[in-house]
């Protein structure tokens, strides 16, 4: 893990093939603490974008700290990391194909039916709703037109992606 002193470091992901800047660090910010609490590769990389000074925090470091704590609170930590690889690994599994996207519009299309379907205010529900109708027959329309679109991207959601999301 790395603190950084002075100067700038910027996090990058690199994302479909597209270089994305998650972040730009700066005095007092950390970076690398996953990795030194897991043990598992790294998320994403560190560049340096300006003249800096990094403090490295040895995982030895990090382990005899943590050894001083009560087992449960060892446990969550670790728990909390997990949880935070899986939540980022979601979050960047973005749609790919025309396919993932039409499912995607159709996925929250359905969720904001639901929502609405639990308001108060009927008649802004029944507006709503007919809307979010049409919105379903535009992207049978938009299917129906790309059906012969020859999409060089894989899909990256199959059924039990979209399932799991439901709202």
């Excluded at 996207?101 to 507006?127: C, D, L, P, R, W």
């Amino acid at each position: 893990m790395f603190i950084v002193q002075s100067g700038a470091v910027g996090i990058y992901k690199t994302i479909e093939g597209e270089r994305v800047q998650l972040a730009i660090l700066k005095n007092g910010e950390m970076f690398g603490e996953m990795a030194i609490i897991d043990g598992r590769k790294r998320m994403a990389e560190a560049v340096a974008i300006e003249d800096n000074m990094l403090l490295q925090v040895p995982r030895k470091t990090l382990e005899e700290r943590l050894s001083k704590f009560d087992p449960f609170l060892q446990a969550l930590v670790g728990v909390l990391t997990n949880n935070l690889r899986t939540v980022h690994r979601s979050y960047m599994h973005r749609p790919r194909s025309v396919d993932d996207f039409m499912n995607v519009i159709e996925f929250h299309n359905e969720g904001f039916k639901k929502y609405m379907g639990m308001t108060k205010n009927q008649e802004i529900a029944s507006e709503v709703t007919s809307k979010l109708l049409a919105i379903d027959e535009l992207v049978l329309s938009l299917r129906n037109t790309l059906k012969d679109h020859d999409d060089s991207r894989n899909t990256v959601f199959n059924e039990s992606d979209m399932a799991r999301r439901q709202p």
